[in-house]
Structure formats: C-alpha cells, structure tokens
C-alpha cells in the first residue's frame, strides 16, 4: 500500500521561507516521479514542481526560481523549498508521487502568507 506522508508548512509573511517534506513508502520498486501541487479555495489544484527518477525537475511557470525541489531516490523522500513566498502562494500543498500508472497523494498541509 503507497503512502505518502507530508511534513512542514503553516503560517509565513510575506518575503519569508518554508520547507516542505515528504516521506513515501509501499513501493519496492521506488517512484516514477515525486512532487507537489497546491490547491487554493476556488482553484484547481496545480503542478508546483516535480522530479523525476532521472533527476529532471518540472516547475510550474508561477515558481520562478523562488521554489526548488529535491528528492532522495534512496529514502524515497521530496522535499519543498520556498523562498520569497507570496499571498498568492497560499494554498493546500500535496505531495505527489507516481508509481507505473498510478498517482498518490499525502495528505495536504496549509501553506498560509500573510501580507
């Protein structure tokens, strides 16, 4: 069974940094890609960033270099590193990862930057 366990987030001003981990586990034969997507109220939920087994990282076009993912393929953890956060970037955060054809999620955690 593939779970995938968040860690960090909360409530951050403007200018300001988080980390977000993410621990997963149940697959033998590790994760196709690992990620994250935010959903804020209203929104559809939206590709953050995303790394693969072979090291390329996708980042969503609001990123813009102020957020960076990393992953540890052996631990089969990802991580979120968020710097110079915005209001706008206040959302539920997920992490993601992707085994063969199958997608899973942890469970969310709020990310919330005040003005």
């Known amino acids: 069974q593939v779970q995938l366990v968040q860690s960090g987030g909360g409530l951050v001003q403007a200018g300001g940094s988080l980390r977000l981990s993410c621990a997963a586990s149940?697959?033998?034969?590790?994760?196709?890609?690992m990620g994250w997507y935010r959903q804020a109220p209203g929104k559809r939920r939206q590709l953050v960033a995303r790394i693969m087994k072979s090291n390329v990282r996708i980042y969503g076009d609001f990123v813009k270099g102020r957020f960076t993912v990393s992953g540890d393929n052996a631990k089969n953890t990802v991580y979120l590193q968020m710097n110079s956060l915005r209001p706008e970037d206040t959302a539920v955060y997920y992490c993601?990862?992707?085994?063969?054809?199958?997608?899973?999620w942890g469970q969310g955690t709020q990310v919330t930057v005040s003005s």
């Open positions: 149940g697959s033998a034969m590790g994760f196709d890609a």
């Open positions: 993601y990862g992707r085994v063969g054809e199958g997608d899973y």
